[in-house]
């Protein structure tokens, strides 16, 4: 079955800077690949969704790439702000309900 | 509109009981998707429904069970519980057709 690898587990940058997350996918036919945000004690919200026709999509300060051919997806935020202190998920599915998720990113903003 | 809504929000059983939990997705959604969070296994899907008829399954056991009513509010179901079912259960809305899915607090499950 699909399998969704996300790193870093972890990653710690200065408020103002861009933060980067990346996940790779294995299941070629995944055709859609969501970012949850999950502050501590929340329900995961979706910040930003693509699907496998679009190479990139941009939404404000967020952004998210998709490599078909490396079959990996990545996560770009910049300008951090504190509020993005968050855990960030991705996840993948082919075309179905089903999402298959990453381990998650705990990203931390220093002021 | 509303969103996903889940109860009960808390709830400590003992080993060997069973529980059910419910979902009420937001409104004109026809897709429910449940998912259990746990530190170690991160999210994992378990089932989803669609129109009452279960859809798509994952590799749950059959001690996890579902099912959706005709105004798509679904209950998920645990028996004999045991203490790794200690979990946070989250439910997921669509509307069946995207697959875009919104999902409600979750309800967190203590088993002791």
């Known amino acids: 079955g699909e399998n969704v690898e996300q790193h870093p587990s972890t990653l710690s940058v200065q408020e103002g800077d861009s933060a980067v997350i990346k996940c790779t996918y294995s299941?070629?036919?995944?055709?859609?690949f969501p970012w949850y945000k999950q502050e501590l004690g929340k329900r995961p919200q979706l910040i930003i969704d693509?699907?496998?026709?679009?190479g990139e999509k941009k939404d404000q300060r967020i952004a998210v790439t998709l490599n078909k051919t490396a079959k990996h997806f990545s996560l770009h935020i910049t300008e951090t702000q504190p509020e993005d202190s968050a855990v960030y998920f991705c996840?993948?599915?082919?075309?179905?309900?089903?999402?298959?998720f990453g381990q998650g990113t705990r990203l931390t903003i220093n002021p | 509109k509303a969103g996903v809504t889940q109860t009960p929000r808390y709830l400590i059983k003992t080993r060997g009981q069973q529980v059910t939990l419910s979902c009420s997705p937001i409104s004109g959604h026809r897709s429910v998707s449940w998912y259990q969070q746990t530190p170690g296994q991160g999210l994992q899907f378990l089932f989803e429904?669609?129109?009452?008829?279960?859809?798509n399954k994952g590799n749950f056991p059959g001690r996890f069970s579902g099912r959706q009513f005709s105004n798509s509010r679904s209950e998920m179901n645990v028996s004999t519980l045991e203490l790794g079912d200690s979990a946070l259960y989250l439910c997921?809305?669509?509307?069946?057709?995207?697959?875009?899915?919104?999902f409600g607090p979750g309800t967190r499950l203590l088993v002791l």
């Open positions: 299941d070629s036919a995944s055709n859609y």
């Open positions: 693509i699907r496998s026709n679009v």
């Open positions: 997921a809305s669509s509307s069946g057709t995207v697959e875009t899915q919104y």
């Open positions: 996840a993948a599915s082919k075309g179905a309900q089903k999402l298959v």
């Open positions: 429904y669609f129109s009452e008829t279960q859809r």
